[in-house]
């Protein structure tokens, strides 16, 4: 008496199995998110400041100077742009859970009372009779929220610089006047805070796999 035979194993068709999916990367601490989101949301904003401050610094400038710092400035505050946009997507989304709220909802409120500080401050030294001193109390403002920024999610760049931009107008409106503090104001601070920018941007670009940074994908071996 013959013994049936079990189902035949289906042969080996040659499809390609599926490649082992990626393993989600752990979450991130809800400072750390905020500190990659400041990182990018915020320097674009620093990057918008600086072009200001360097445009302001060329308005004051004759002749020739002018024409050159304005499109040298134009330039690179381009460049910073283009490169933000291309190299630092996808590496700061909105974080999220309670933390992640709070710590925005913090970020928020120091933003909108440095914006606030910005628009009023110059009308405050125009009005005292100093109006030179307009792009200096502009500059004043940023240095806290840097500092406060700093404070809620450890982005260490920020410490002297926020420092530097709080502390170097106070110096310079009691060294300067007319258009030499707008120049000097305005250059210092635009280089400082786009450089600040860029290096934020950079940071950014470094946390992005290989292949979304432009390395080539290893051929697929064929069937």
Do not use: N
């Amino acid at each position: 008496m013959g013994t049936t035979a079990g189902p035949a194993e289906p042969a080996d068709s040659g499809a390609a199995r599926p490649a082992a999916s990626t393993p989600e990367p752990p979450a991130l601490a809800p400072a750390e998110a905020w500190s990659r989101r400041i990182r990018r949301i915020g320097g674009f904003i620093q990057t918008a400041f600086s072009a200001l401050w360097l445009l302001r610094a060329s308005l004051a400038l004759p002749g020739s100077a002018r024409d050159a710092l304005i499109v040298t400035s134009g330039v690179a505050v381009t460049g910073v742009c283009a490169y933000a946009v291309r190299a630092t997507a996808g590496t700061a989304p909105r974080p999220a859970g309670g933390q992640a709220r709070r710590i925005g909802r913090s970020v928020t409120v120091a933003t909108v009372i440095e914006l606030a500080a910005a628009l009023v401050l110059p009308v405050i030294v125009t009005a005292a009779g100093h109006p030179d001193w307009a792009l200096p109390s502009v500059v004043i403002t940023i240095g806290p929220l840097l500092l406060w920024l700093d404070h809620l999610s450890c982005i260490p760049r920020y410490r002297p610089i926020g420092w530097t931009l709080t502390a170097g107008p106070l110096v310079l409106i009691t060294a300067l006047q007319g258009p030499a503090l707008a120049v000097t104001t305005g250059l210092a601070a635009g280089a400082l805070l786009l450089g600040t920018a860029a290096a934020g941007f950079r940071d950014l670009a470094r946390l992005r796999p290989a292949h979304r940074r432009g390395r080539p994908r290893p051929r697929q071996k064929a069937r």
